[in-house]
């Protein structure tokens, strides 16, 4: 691979882009140049780069949810680091790429113009969204799971179960989870029309990756946080009315 251009190495697998990303090399600058030349002009090394390349296609696989099988603690602390991951890596990465991206092709050029202006305001709308998850959901949740060992007071735990329905909560996120939608309209699904762009066709890649990684975070919400939640709740429920029986 050391021997190979840029370009093709990209061509074959369109992550591979966003490992030269964080070795701090953007691949529309050097797509001429062999990776061997790459690394000597940058002063990295060729085996670093190809073992993170590997690395980065096992990663890309969608987990498996049978391992996924965490206490509720640890499924959120899992779900927070993605949200972590999400800001500080996919979107930075995804801005570049989108900002440094220019096509003499009319259609691709508004496209990118589009991409341009919506992008910015989806990230916006993402984090805000992302952060009052967490400050929210997950300290409510995580809230319930230490009622369950006494480590809560009860009173403080009702006032919060009093003004938040997690079955409303979680109804609400099953509507409202397509945050990619106006980005698929743009891209027409992230379809490419007569396309040789290498820039584009990552750039449409890298979207796509990022709505299927969008997807299995809300599918971890959906068919684990949330069944463990409310199995939480009705627990504590029923603590609340053994407590007022016994008085």
Do not use: W
Not at 69 to 89: C, S, T
Not at 119 to 137: A, G, N, V
Not at 169 to 190: C, K, P, Q, S, V
Not at 196 to 212: A, G, M, P, T, W
């Amino acid at each position: 691979m050391h021997k190979r251009k840029i370009q093709d190495i990209i061509g074959e697998n369109y992550i591979f882009a966003s490992v030269l990303h964080y070795f701090g090399l953007k691949f529309y600058d050097y797509s001429d140049k062999t990776l061997e030349q790459v690394c000597k002009l940058k002063g990295l090394s060729v085996e670093k780069i190809s073992q993170s390349f590997e690395r980065a296609v096992n990663e890309d696989a969608t987990p498996d949810f049978e391992q996924l099988n965490y206490p509720v603690e640890l499924l959120v602390e899992y779900l927070k680091h993605a949200h972590h991951k999400f800001v500080k890596q996919r979107l930075p990465y995804i801005v570049d790429l989108i900002q440094a991206c220019k096509s003499q092709d009319p259609y691709y050029d508004q496209v990118l113009k589009d991409l341009k202006f919506v992008l910015p305001l989806f990230i916006e709308d993402f984090i805000k969204h992302m952060y009052e998850e967490e400050d929210e959901l997950f300290h409510y949740i995580l809230l319930l799971n230490k009622a369950t060992s006494g480590d809560v007071k009860m009173f403080n735990l009702f006032q919060s179960m009093d003004k938040y329905r997690l079955q409303e909560h979680a109804l609400e996120h099953h509507i409202h989870e397509d945050e990619m939608a106006g980005i698929r309209r743009i891209t027409a699904n992230y379809n490419l029309i007569n396309c040789n762009d290498l820039h584009i066709k990552v750039v449409y890649s890298e979207l796509l990756r990022f709505e299927q990684e969008l997807k299995t975070h809300a599918k971890i919400e959906n068919e684990l946080l949330f069944p463990l939640a409310l199995q939480l709740e009705a627990k504590v429920k029923t603590i609340f009315k053994e407590r007022v029986n016994l008085n």
